[in-house]
């Protein structure tokens, strides 16, 4: 087996399943602060509720729907992290469970998910 095979086929899968639950985290921690975004996309989302709400004197409507932004951005981020986490920590759990141990037959009709 080759240098990239080797890395292709054993030590990148398992690296990946290691930092995959830190980077998803960095990944969601840098959208919920996206103040730090701010210098790169201009004005973020907070600086403009603040506007909003120095107008309109509504602050927990503005605040509201702002919480309501930050939660459609990353709640579909923390999905995606958990689901790549199930799809790569699949194989370990099927090595465990097979490990010298007889595989059983299920019963007619049974459904397993």
Do not use: W
Request: without cysteine; hydrophobic residues 50%.
């Amino acid at each position: 087996m080759s240098y990239v095979q080797a890395m292709n086929l054993i030590i990148l899968p398992q690296a990946i399943k290691i930092v995959l639950p830190s980077i998803g985290n960095q990944f969601i921690n840098l959208v919920k602060n996206s103040s730090i975004l701010a210098v790169v996309a201009g004005m973020d989302l907070m600086y403009f509720a603040d506007l909003v709400n120095s107008d309109t004197f509504q602050p927990l409507s503005v605040y509201t729907i702002v919480a309501l932004f930050y939660l459609v951005m990353t709640l579909p981020l923390s999905f995606l992290v958990h689901y790549m986490e199930r799809r790569f920590g699949q194989s370990d759990a099927e090595a465990r469970n097979t490990k010298g141990k007889p595989k059983k037959n299920k019963p007619a009709g049974q459904v397993t998910m």
